[in-house]
């Protein structure tokens, strides 16, 4: 087991930069704000924000060496893509039957297409007509050692493609059946094209924590946020399901910045949606994008309880936010 550390120093310029320009218009958060984003500069067991623990060589970091992406790099990438007047809608399409989760389907979808509009707060977020899996015409395969089926992500990424509505910012398709990228690999829980706006996950036997998880996770990597090597955070790369339990549900203060330059939304309206969607205020939320269409009776209880350790961390970012 390795715990990852970088300097206060290193955590400071990966936020904020040294690049003047970025420091002015960091200079722009609140004081409130910047307070909430400096608590990553000093992560810890009990703080807001914690380190990297790397438990094994099969772990992403390890695995998967990449370069660290700080906030100057992530702004300075002309490939990365920004949300406008004309493309400010996220897409979820959905694909495939869902066995014996079918008849709570519906609701399942509306919980997640909820759950992102409140994560990248300001964004509309829809659903597309759901798709078999023989409409795809994608390749699949039996794998080997789970004997489960699987298809191959480049081909479905292809086909989002040909279903990106115009005003689309991103699409991403969410499935019942097991991914897998290349031949070489067992399997992934899921993937994104960064420059095209596409991304697909599958959410075979997940929770809708996980769920969650993982498609926020692909979705931000649709905006240019590479996976997070700085501190635990849900843009971590994963190998297992176990190091993807491990991730946090929301952004370190580092990839939170990344995300809210792209959105321009005020950080306490997005967790107080976020806690909305939790259930903690049951007061009228207003969330931007939302239509009477895109409501509905929830049939059953959201199973929220997984959700406990994440209400308690977003009221306490809260509490810095709003000085309690």
């Known amino acids: 087991m390795k715990v990852i550390q970088h300097s206060v120093e290193e955590l400071q310029t990966a936020l904020v930069s040294n690049h003047q320009d970025l420091v002015k218009d960091y200079s722009k958060y609140t004081e409130e704000e910047r307070r909430l984003l400096e608590e990553g500069l000093h992560p810890g067991p009990t703080q807001l924000f914690q380190c990297i623990t790397v438990h094994s060589d099969s772990d992403w970091i390890p695995a998967h060496p990449e370069k660290l992406q700080d906030f100057r790099s992530f702004y300075k990438d002309s490939y990365r893509k920004i949300p406008n007047a004309s493309h400010n809608t996220i897409y979820i399409q959905t694909i495939g039957s869902f066995g014996e989760a079918g008849v709570h389907t519906d609701q399942y979808v509306e919980w997640l297409r909820e759950y992102c509009q409140a994560f990248f707060y300001g964004l509309s977020v829809k659903l597309l007509p759901a798709v078999s899996v023989a409409e795809t015409r994608c390749t699949y395969r ?12 480049g ?11 115009r005003d689309a ?3 991403v398709g969410i499935t019942m059946i097991d991914l897998y990228p290349k031949d070489s690999w067992n399997f992934v829980f899921g993937q994104a094209s960064l420059n095209m706006g596409m991304g697909v996950f599958s959410f075979a036997s997940a929770l809708l924590l996980r769920s969650c998880k993982t498609m926020t996770h692909e979705i931000g990597h649709m905006f240019g946020i590479k996976h997070c090597q700085w501190l635990s955070c849900v843009m971590q790369g994963s190998n297992h399901l176990e190091e993807s339990d491990r991730r946090p ?3 370190c203060p580092i990839c939170l910045r990344k995300l809210q330059v792209s959105v321009n939304f005020k950080i306490a ?3 107080k949606a976020l806690l909305q969607w939790i259930g903690e205020d ?10 009477a269409a895109c409501h509905s009776v929830h049939a059953f209880p959201k199973p929220t309880e997984a959700f406990h350790a994440a209400k308690l961390w977003l009221c306490r970012c809260l509490d810095i936010l709003e000085k309690r």
């Open 169 to 171: 910012f991103c699409i």
């Open 142 to 153: 039996v794998n080997s050692i789970s004997h489960n089926l699987q298809i191959l992500t």
């Open 155 to 165: 081909d479905l990424l292809s086909f989002l493609g040909k279903r990106k509505p």
């Open 269 to 271: 309206d997005r967790y």
């Open 282 to 291: 049951q007061s009228p939320a207003s969330r931007p994008g939302d239509t």
């Open 249 to 251: 549900l929301d952004f």
